[in-house]
């Protein structure tokens, strides 16, 4: 069972660079989340979706975009890659009315040099 | 604004002791309180969660205790291992319209010496 997938697993970003975080579950969960964890600091909702098409921001949404065509796939778009982008990002996925249990991906380290 | 405050930030503990991670939340809108589990290099995995109609739930060597009145509520490890080194965090969701709100504490680091 595969259960969220996330590519790639580390990235190096220039500054001023893009790039897309590629997520994807295979468990048909309408519910989807990005996430980003620094050091001390929990995690934090960048985005969400409810189901194909639908998209909400989360407490940190600046300088991400997201999108959702399909059930399967929530990608992340990092838009001119900033220090303070560097962390460590999450997707997760869920079949219940919000987010009762989060099934987590693996991650991907992004740093911002 | 912390909604969620965890503690301690780092425990050790023997193995075979007891681990005793705390949590104590604001808003009384809070209806599902989860504990997740994260390895290195892994995403957190959701361990045990309890619902405030009940005071307490087991599961295996893993128990919630919730108390209502004082909102708080703290996750047990009993004959703690060296497996059970990882990351804890807890959380506490609500609803919001019509999606649910996850409120996450910081994270307790858990070093189990063998």
């Known amino acids: 069972n595969a259960g969220v997938t996330q590519t790639p697993k580390f990235r190096i970003l220039k500054i001023g660079q893009s790039m897309t975080l590629q997520c994807t579950q295979d468990?048909?969960?309408?519910?989807m989340y990005w996430y980003r964890q620094d050091p001390g600091m929990g995690l934090k909702l960048i985005y969400y979706?409810?189901?194909?098409?639908?998209?909400d921001k989360g407490e940190v949404p600046n300088g991400y975009n997201v999108s959702r065509s399909t059930t399967e796939d929530f990608p992340l778009r990092l838009e001119l890659a900033a220090p303070s982008q560097t962390s460590v990002y999450f997707c997760?996925?869920?079949?219940?009315?919000?987010?009762?249990?989060?099934?987590f991906g693996s991650g991907t380290q992004l740093s911002v040099l | 604004q912390q909604q969620v405050k965890q503690s301690p930030q780092s425990l050790i503990v023997q193995k075979g002791g007891i681990s005793i991670i705390n949590c104590a939340y604001e808003?009384?809108?809070?209806?599902?309180f989860p504990w997740y589990q994260q390895f290195p290099g892994k995403g957190p995995a959701l361990l045990i969660a309890?619902?405030?109609d009940v005071s307490e739930k087991k599961e295996g060597r893993f128990t919630i205790s919730f108390n209502k009145s004082a909102k708080q509520f703290s996750l047990h490890i009993m004959d703690s291992q060296p497996g059970d080194s990882a990351t804890y965090f807890c959380?506490?969701?609500?609803?919001?319209?019509?999606?649910?709100?996850?409120?996450w504490g910081l994270g307790t680091s858990l070093a189990v010496n063998p």
């Open positions: 959380a506490a969701s609500a609803r919001a319209g019509n999606n649910r709100k996850l409120i």
């Open positions: 808003n009384t809108a809070f209806d599902y």
């Open positions: 309890i619902r405030p």
């Open positions: 468990m048909n969960h309408n519910y």
């Open positions: 979706s409810v189901g194909a098409g639908i998209t």
């Open positions: 997760a996925s869920s079949n219940l009315v919000g987010n009762e249990k989060l099934f």
